[in-house]
């Protein structure tokens, strides 16, 4: 069966600090891979995905950066975090395209101070 | 622009009945329909699916799509304390995979 990791679970981080968010998932091939980020009173929004190892689109413009150096993992980077990078982030994987089913990880609950 | 509606919430219903969640879209050409429960503090869990419109069930759960009218519901019947939670609707959208509605908030009350 499949299974999707994320770490770590929560983070604390101050204001200027890089950030590292790793994701990888077990038991499929070329899965397609996404970011979303869930902040306070607001719903899930889409930053990254991708389909292929080095292959990354971004939905919308920000600090972050994502990269997929392996077919089964995905990286969120920041170089230096913001207040309103805070929030709840979220890896998905989907395999069939056809029909955009996506699973998602536990999480990363990360606060910016 | 990419609009997935859902009423806030939080609707509240009594253990036993019967509760409806709804969702409007605007993009006509979407083709599949997902609905997703989150817990307090947990992501999200993907619960229903449908493409047709019509009904799809699925234990307590029915799906209800209407394209001509672009609203997609949820029904839970016998609800439980345990279906507790935020139901979130989500659609694909051009070349985004799923856009995502804020979601409503279920309580059931014992």
């Known amino acids: 069966s499949q299974t999707i990791h994320q770490w770590p679970a929560t983070l604390v981080q101050p204001v200027g600090s890089p950030l590292s968010l790793e994701c990888t998932v077990e038991g499929t091939s070329n899965p397609n891979l996404y970011w979303y980020r869930q902040a306070a009173g607001r719903g899930l929004q889409l930053l990254f995905y991708s389909v292929g190892i080095g292959q990354i689109s971004s939905e919308v413009p920000q600090n972050l950066s994502a990269s997929r150096p392996q077919d089964r993992q995905f990286i969120l980077s920041s170089k230096k975090l913001l207040l309103s990078d805070s929030g709840f982030y979220l890896c998905a994987w989907t395999v069939d395209t056809r029909n955009n089913e996506q699973f998602f990880g536990p999480g990363t609950r990360l606060t910016v101070l | ?110």
């Open chain 2, 1 to 110: 622009q990419k609009e997935v509606e859902q009423n806030s919430g939080p609707l509240s219903v009594p253990e036993g009945a019967i509760a409806s969640l709804n969702c409007t879209y605007s993009d006509r050409g979407s083709q599949s329909f997902f609905w997703y429960r989150q817990y307090s503090g947990k992501s999200p869990e993907l619960i229903m699916f449908i493409y047709s419109n019509g009904d799809k069930e699925d234990g307590r759960f029915t799906a209800q799509l209407n394209k001509a009218s672009q609203y997609v519901s949820l029904l839970i019947r016998d609800s439980q304390p345990s279906d507790s939670a935020t139901y979130l609707c989500a659609v694909p959208w051009g070349n985004t995979p799923l856009v995502f509605g804020k979601g409503t908030r279920l309580s059931v009350i014992a």
